[in-house]
């Protein structure tokens, strides 16, 4: 049988909200599955995003589980190969039979396998969204901002916040990408009125000195970019452009990268969450006590794959009846707004075709070769 769903309330605890039955979501002996696709080979590699979820999990077996049911993780590598992602999704829904996805962190998964989700009636709550369809299904509800928002935050903090007249965009367009990048910058002007003094969408991996040089003659006074962080400011000491803001998103803010910045050049960074850089920054706290006890490496993608985690087994631990993914995916759908504190605004997934809850970025400043956390808190395009 089916245990009853009720209408889902609002979550103040992580108390237990209901005991488990039998039902096609298994045994009250059985774990309770949960997907998740991540990438462990290839191109892009955040192991740490599986194993922070599963050290969640395991937090959460350790003081009984959900109704005494255990929380399994079933982590699939897809080395950002569309054939493999496509693959490891059906498995997961198919052979492990999983409740839902958490924690996912694949670069092409969304894209790929947002009509298999839907089809199958599974929600997805990734660590880390990447691309335009991890925000725009009705399935698959991020908790990060996402690289389009981060870019129109980006822009709004280099014109509104630093006082930029002149903002220029020096952007390496990975495949797939250049839609997001023209929704961002579409939105920032219309939020702003303003329109980039330069947007070159073509920068390689080579010698910066042509597209700074041609920065410098604009008269850009903010310069956003994602090529290797070493060259471009060695490069911009070289030609003495210390009045020029630049700005790096979500990738360029790394303990590396910090180490490489010139003096005299001013650096900026956006962050999708508070910065990890300070664990005292609310929020930062419980997610510092996962990774150090755990020894899982502390990077940005660590937190979302906390966030994700801790989300879930709240919207879990509200259903009263058997854990289903029928169940789970209803709970999803009709749960009410969780304020949690490594984000700027509260995460719903909700009943929606597309979901995009949190907005708004933190920014840090290198100095001395290291990341300072600003003082402005989350900047929201539009609201301050």
Not at 72 to 79: C, I, P, Q, T
């Amino acid at each position: 049988m089916k245990c009853s769903l009720t209408n889902v309330v609002a979550v103040t605890t992580l108390a237990l909200a209901g005991t488990a039955c039998t039902g096609d979501g298994g045994s009250a002996d059985d774990p309770i599955k949960v997907g998740s696709i991540n990438g462990l080979t290839g191109p892009f590699q955040a192991p740490e995003v599986p194993q922070a979820v599963r050290a969640v999990f395991e937090e959460v077996n350790k003081t009984g589980g959900i109704g005494g049911r255990r929380l399994e993780l079933v982590s699939k590598d897809d080395a950002m190969n569309p054939q493999r992602s496509t693959e490891v999704a059906l498995e997961l829904l198919e052979t492990e039979n999983v409740v839902a996805l958490v924690g996912s962190s694949s670069g092409v998964d969304c894209g790929l396998n947002r009509t298999t989700y839907s089809n199958a009636g599974v929600v997805s709550v990734p660590a880390v969204g990447v691309d335009t369809a991890c925000f725009t299904s009705p399935n698959i509800a991020p908790v990060n901002p996402g690289p389009s928002k981060l870019m129109t935050t980006m822009l709004y903090y280099a014109s509104e916040t630093l006082k930029n007249d002149n903002v220029c965009l020096y952007y390496t367009v990975v495949p797939g990408s250049r839609g997001d990048i023209d929704a961002a910058v579409k939105e920032w002007t219309d939020i702003t009125g303003k329109e980039l003094t330069v947007k070159d969408i073509s920068v390689g991996e080579g010698d910066p000195t042509p597209y700074l040089a041609a920065a410098k003659a604009a008269g850009c006074q903010a310069i956003l970019y994602n090529a290797a962080a070493g060259p471009w400011l060695a490069q911009a000491q070289a030609q003495g452009m210390r009045d020029v803001d630049f700005i790096m998103g979500a990738g360029g803010y790394t303990d590396a990268n910090a180490k490489v910045v010139p003096e005299g050049v001013n650096v900026y960074a956006g962050a999708e969450w508070q910065p990890y850089t300070d664990e005292t920054l609310p929020g930062n706290k419980r997610w510092a006590k996962i990774v150090n006890s755990n020894k899982i490496r502390k990077t940005a993608f660590s937190q979302g794959a906390v966030m994700s985690a801790d989300l879930f087994v709240q919207v879990l631990k509200t259903i009263k009846g058997d854990i289903t993914r029928e169940s789970v995916t209803e709970a999803f759908k009709s749960m009410r707004p969780i304020r949690y504190p490594m984000v700027g605004t509260p995460w719903i997934f909700g009943p929606g075709d597309a979901h995009s809850p949190i907005q708004g970025s933190r920014f840090v400043k290198a100095e001395n070769r290291r990341w300072r956390v600003l003082s402005e808190g989350f900047v929201v395009p539009g609201k301050n």
